[in-house]
C-alpha cells in the first residue's frame, strides 16, 4: 500500500525564500541535530531493554583507522556466520553530529526489534555526510560502507548476502545518505529509508547554513565541483534514465511538518513521481527530533518486514 499526502507545489520563489533561511534555521535547530554518545570497545555486549546488542570495530583500509559500529541480532547472545538460519539485514545511518550508538541509546529500538527477525548494524559515519570527502583524503565514508562494512558483515554474521534481503535507512544526514546509496548502488539494497532526511544537502555550504554547510563544504567541495555534483540527489533523480529507474529501490519517505527539512522533503517526492519512481512519501506532525524518529523506526520496521515477505 502507498501512503499519498497531501502536497503542495513548490514553486522557485519558494526554493529561494528557504535557501535564503537556512543559515537561520540551522543555527536554531542546531542543537536538537542528534546528541552524541561515546564510542564502546569491541565486542562488548551491551543489553538495552533485554535485547542485546554488540560493540564491534572494523581495521578499515580505506579509512586507515578502527571503525565502530553497533550490530543487534535476533535474540541471541551469540551469532555468527555457521549458524543455520541467516537473516535480512537493515543498515541505520545516524545523523550529522551523531554517532553509530544513537539509534540504540535514544529510541526504543532494541524493544521495537523484538517483533522481527533482523540484523540490525548501525555504521559511524562521522560528519562526513556518508561520502567520499572532496577534502579529507582518510574520510571514505562511502566507499567504507560500500567496500569493507557490508563484506564484513555477510562474512561475519549469518545474513541472507542479496539485495531483496539487504535495506538501508537513516535520519537527516542519514536518511540523505540512504537515499544516495540507492540511487548509486541499486543492486546493493531493495528498500531505502529516509526519515526527515537532509535530501537537499548539497545545496549546503558555509554562507547560507553556517557550522552544517561548512560540513558539507568539506565533504564535497567547491559548489561548482564535480564531487558536488555527484552527491546530488535531485541532480542525479532528475538526469536518470528510465531504465536505470526500474532497477531502484523502493523508497520509504517521510518528513515532520514542523521539520524545518519539510519543504525539501516535498520537492523531493514531486520529483520522485514525476520519474514513476515506486514509493511511498508519509507526512506527520512532528519536527526535527528525537520523538520523531523514535516513531518513524517502528513505522520502518514494519514497512521492512512487509517488503521482506514480499
Known amino acids: 500500500m502507498v501512503w499519498k499526502a497531501v502536497r503542495v507545489k513548490a514553486d522557485k520563489d519558494h526554493r529561494m525564500k528557504a535557501n535564503k533561511q537556512l543559515k537561520i534555521i540551522f543555527v536554531v535547530v542546531a542543537a536538537l541535530v542528534f546528541g552524541v554518545s561515546g564510542y564502546g570497545q569491541k565486542s562488548v555486549k551491551g543489553v538495552t531493554n533485554g535485547s542485546p546488542y554488540f560493540e564491534e570495530k572494523l581495521n578499515s583500509k580505506l579509512m586507515g583507522r578502527d571503525m565502530p559500529y553497533r550490530i543487534i541480532v535476533p535474540g541471541v547472545a551469540n551469532i555468527d556466520a555457521a549458524s543455520k538460519v541467516r537473516y535480512p539485514v537493515i543498515y541505520l545511518l545516524h545523523g550529522l553530529y551523531g554517532h553509530y550508538s544513537n539509534w540504540t541509546d535514544k529510541t526504543k529500538l532494541t524493544e521495537y526489534f523484538r517483533s522481527y527477525k533482523f540484523i540490525i548494524v548501525m555504521p559511524e559515519g562521522g560528519n562526513g555526510w556518508y561520502s567520499d570527502s572532496a577534502t579529507a583524503a582518510a574520510d571514505k565514508y562511502e566507499s567504507y ?166
Open 145 to 310: 560502507i560500500v567496500k569493507e562494512l557490508i563484506p564484513e558483515i555477510d562474512a561475519k554474521y549469518p545474513t541472507i548476502v542479496d539485495r531483496e534481503h539487504r535495506i538501508i535507512a537513516g535520519l537527516s544526514m542519514g536518511g540523505y545518505g540512504s537515499i544516495k546509496f540507492g540511487i548509486k548502488y541499486p543492486s546493493m539494497f531493495s528498500l531505502v529509508g529516509s526519515f526527515s532526511g537532509a535530501v537537499n544537502a548539497a545545496a549546503f555550504n558555509e554562507k547560507n547554513a553556517g557550522a552544517i554547510g561548512k560540513t558539507v563544504d568539506a565533504a564535497f567541495g567547491a559548489d561548482d565541483g564535480p564531487a558536488r555534483r555527484s552527491n546530488d540527489i535531485f541532480e542525479m533523480l532528475k538526469t536518470i534514465s528510465p531504465d536505470a529507474v526500474k532497477g531502484l529501490p523502493y523508497v520509504y519517505l517521510s518528513c515532520g511538518t514542523d521539520d524545518f527539512l519539510f519543504q525539501s522533503n516535498r520537492d523531493l517526492d514531486q520529483i520522485i513521481i514525476e520519474k514513476k519512481i515506486t514509493h511511498e512519501y508519509r507526512e506527520h506532525p512532528g519536527a526535527h527530533t528525537w520523538e520523531f524518529w523514535d516513531d518513524q523506526i517502528r513505522e520502518f520496521l514494519a514497512v521492512a518486514d512487509r517488503s521482506i515477505k514480499k
